[in-house]
């Protein structure tokens, strides 16, 4: 795949102090990459070189071909992005919002604000005032105003904020959408990690100004070991077990259940050695992991982990 927005060790330093170390990944088109970190890890800092709000210490940040230091107009041109919430015209119709905003850049036709309406969903309700929209609706607003220019990156710093559950899937379901019938590179921004896990195809993790490690969302949660809950009528007997002939196994007993983390080729050589010392197994269950998770686990992994 075409890979649209690419850091390549992207550094910011503040006051001698380094607050972007070394940052580098790429996201590529039509995909949705999620953007996680602790607060204070730097997203915010980072989302700000990207959009031109910061300037870049070290290294470089290119979209679509364009680089941002040396050609910051073709670069910028070619992304969309709102923080937080968007800032609209309430005492305007939603129409009147989008022909304002369309005058901010060259060749956006009322043929294309037309489009951008059906694209987000708004047919319906784009000549009703701006005050009478949900909140759901303003954030689908936002995204069409930033989609009127034809970007190829869209970022969106907490695009759920806010919400109630039926807006949050609103706004997931049309950012998948988004991204896969226009081909465009959506970043996201979130602290509901439940959310990202639903709504992205990778995500990349930073932390204390460093990049942590960028996977598929599946891949990232599973890692390279899988929690089994094994059932069994002498839980306790299998445990002593486990830790005699493998004390490396991290494992837990729970209401006459054992859990332990192993890698799929771990799982038959553990099941041999149980029944080999006259413990029945009624049943060997994967624990499912979720993206909250495996994020603490990292976080923790590499310093402290702070709230997200």
Known sequence: MK???????????????????????????????????????GKTTTIRMIVGLMGITEGDIVVNGNSVKSNFEGAIREIGAIVENPELYKFLSGYKNLQHFARMHKGVTEERIKEVVELVGLTDRINDKVKTY??????????????????????????????????IREIRDYIRRLAAESGMAVIVSSHLLSEMEMMCDRIGIIQKGKLVDVQQVQEFVQGNEQVYQLETGEAEKASKVVSEIYPDLPHQVNAGKMQIALTKEQVPQLISTLVQHNIDIYSVIPVAKTLEDRFLEITNEKGEAINV
């Open 134 to 167: 949900s909140l759901g609706m303003r954030q689908r607003l936002g995204i069409a105003q930033c989609l009127l220019h034809n970007p190829k990156v869209l970022i969106l710093d907490e695009p759920t904020n806010g919400l109630d559950p039926a807006g």
């Open 3 to 41: 890979t649209v927005l690419e850091l390549k060790n992207v550094s910011k330093v503040i006051k001698g102090k380094k607050i972007i170390d070394s940052l580098s990944f790429g996201v590529h088109e039509g995909e949705v990459f999620g953007f996680l970190g602790p607060n204070g890890a």
